[in-house]
């Protein structure tokens, strides 16, 4: 069975760099479309990018000037770096699989989640 | 961007109840439109991929339908579980992006 597993501070100063790493057990990560995912309290859903095939990546243009996506494969892990943060990236982060059927779009697989607050 | 448009934000419905909610897109999306069920404090579940599959371990009394711009996703016969959020989600291109979601709450 597949599980995610998000890791990485609850609070972040505004301006600094928000850092989360994902876990992936019980499959491989050499495929698939790997997706953070964000939704800010009481709100809906934004997805920020993926990466795929440990080196390709796509990225929300909304965030794209601020998001790193990146993978290691020894660890069966991959990260979000969003830098320059500010109140309006406080929000619960899933990291997320897709490419089950071949695309990057149908997530079936998550993690629990991790609230990230950006708060001095 | 393609924008997803839900329709009701929120219903209330009875154990039994059919339920339908409705999911347009700004553009035509095929067929490439997923939904899924959030409950309080935990991640979005895959019900429905590519507009009416059911996803793997779904149950059955869940559908969906539709392909361009006009989705649904039809419940038969509500129960207790289905008390919750679902959203809908367009893969036809990036950015992927969501609509904001309909709460199924208890009449």
């Known amino acids: 069975q597949v599980q995610l597993q998000e890791s990485g501070p609850g609070l972040v100063k505004p301006s600094e760099t928000l850092s989360l790493t994902c876990t992936v057990s019980g499959g491989s990560i050499s495929s698939y479309y790997w997706t953070w995912i964000r939704q800010p309290p009481g709100k809906g859903l934004e997805w920020i990018g993926y990466i795929y095939k440990s080196g390709n990546t796509n990225y929300n243009p909304s965030l794209k000037s601020r998001v790193t996506i990146s993978v290691d494969m020894s660890k069966d892990q991959f990260s979000l770096k969003l830098t320059s943060v500010t109140a309006a990236d406080t929000a619960v982060y899933y990291c997320?699989?897709?490419?089950?059927?071949?695309?990057?779009?149908?997530?079936?697989?998550w993690g629990q989640g991790t609230l990230v607050t950006v708060s001095s | 961007d393609i924008q997803m448009t839900q329709s009701p934000s929120s219903l209330f419905a009875s154990v039994g109840d059919r339920v339908t909610i409705t999911c347009r897109a700004s553009q035509s999306i095929s067929r490439f439109l997923n939904w899924y069920q959030q409950k309080p404090g935990k991640a979005p579940k895959l019900l429905v991929y590519a507009a009416s599959s059911l996803q793997s371990g779904a149950p059955s009394r869940v559908t969906g339908s539709g392909s361009g711009t006009d989705f649904t996703l039809t419940i038969s016969s509500l129960q207790p579980e289905d008390f919750a959020t679902y959203y809908c989600?367009?893969?036809?291109?990036?950015?992927?992006?969501f609509g904001g979601g309909t709460t199924v709450e208890i009449k």
């Open positions: 997320a699989r897709a490419g089950t059927i071949g695309s990057p779009g149908e997530f079936d697989y």
């Open positions: 989600q367009q893969s036809y291109s990036t950015p992927l992006t």
